[in-house]
């Protein structure tokens, strides 16, 4: 009743995972992942154990096709279940049960596996396709699995439509502030255009969390009068308009940085800022 795609970037070493499907928080049921174990999308009368069983078997080095085939082999339900999976070093490996409903199926391809099922024919192809295009230009791995499913949707998507859709993304330290491996962990439980929503939602998180380019920042004396100015008018600074980055403009620009939960892009301390979130703080209250 879904169509999923797990994947693996060796550039970022990020795992991930996406999916859409008529069903309610489908990404709950369905993604797992971990930064130096792998990623698995458990589906069709999904059993959940296969998400964190199937990662310690990566995490200790079994191959995808290996724990697929570890998994399914007690399972007495394996006729109804479908498995995607991509191991720590990027090999991937899917299943498909002989009682899933049709259209079921998956297609592997190097470090990606996309699989689904009640479908309409030709959505994993689509996507299969798509991702395979998506990885050799821009953006990063979270993009790649959402245009993944957005071109399975378009191809014909869960033939009984829309409702959920997720994507997870794992890297070693890669979660806020650094301390956890969840990257990316975004969810669209019930809504009319999920797939939609969720490539919104990515584009958000590049906004707070994306990574900072050294080479597309500003130095804060040249835009000290605007923020004096703009921080008067959120009511964060009360000096006068010197158009100088002095201690007291700092101070009122990192409250106003947490206030809009930008900290990722600039933690209050040198003479320069990300361009992306001072563009973003001009414009909401310039």
Not at 141 to 157: E, S, V
Not at 163 to 186: H, I, P
Request: charged fraction near 25%.
């Amino acid at each position: 009743m879904t169509f999923s795609i797990v994947a693996y970037d060796p550039g970022r070493k990020e795992w991930g995972v996406a999916v859409q499907s008529k069903f309610l928080a489908a990404a709950a049921v369905v993604s797992w992942a971990e930064a130096d174990a792998g990623a698995v999308a458990t589906q069709s009368y999904a059993n959940l154990a296969y998400g964190p069983d199937g990662l310690a078997l990566m995490r200790a080095g079994v191959s995808a096709e290996e724990t697929i085939a570890r998994l399914i082999e007690g399972d007495d339900g394996r006729s109804q279940r479908q498995i995607g999976v991509v191991d720590k070093t990027g090999r991937a490996a899917a299943y498909t049960g002989s009682a899933c409903h049709a259209w079921a199926g998956h297609i592997v391809g190097d470090g990606f596996a996309c699989q689904g099922n009640i479908l309409i024919p030709g959505t994993v192809e689509a996507m299969a396709a798509e991702f395979e295009r998506a990885r050799g230009g821009a953006g990063e791995l979270a993009d790649w699995l959402a245009a993944a499913l957005a071109a399975g949707q378009a191809a014909g998507g869960d033939s009984r439509g829309r409702q959920a859709a997720g994507v997870l993304v794992v890297r070693e330290n890669g979660g806020y502030g650094g301390k956890t491996d969840r990257y990316l962990d975004l969810r669209v439980d019930d809504d009319p255009q999920p797939i939609k929503k969720l490539q919104q939602l990515v584009e958000m998180h590049h906004l707070f969390f994306g990574a900072v380019d050294p080479e597309n920042v500003v130095p804060l004396a040249d835009v000290a009068a605007d923020l004096q100015a703009m921080l008067k008018r959120t009511g964060h600074y009360e000096g006068p308009q010197t158009g100088q980055f002095d201690e007291a403009t700092r101070r009122a620009l990192w409250a106003l940085v947490g206030q809009e939960n930008l900290e990722e892009r600039w933690d209050g301390s040198g003479d320069v800022i990300d361009r992306v979130a001072l563009s973003f703080l001009l414009d909401r209250f310039g």
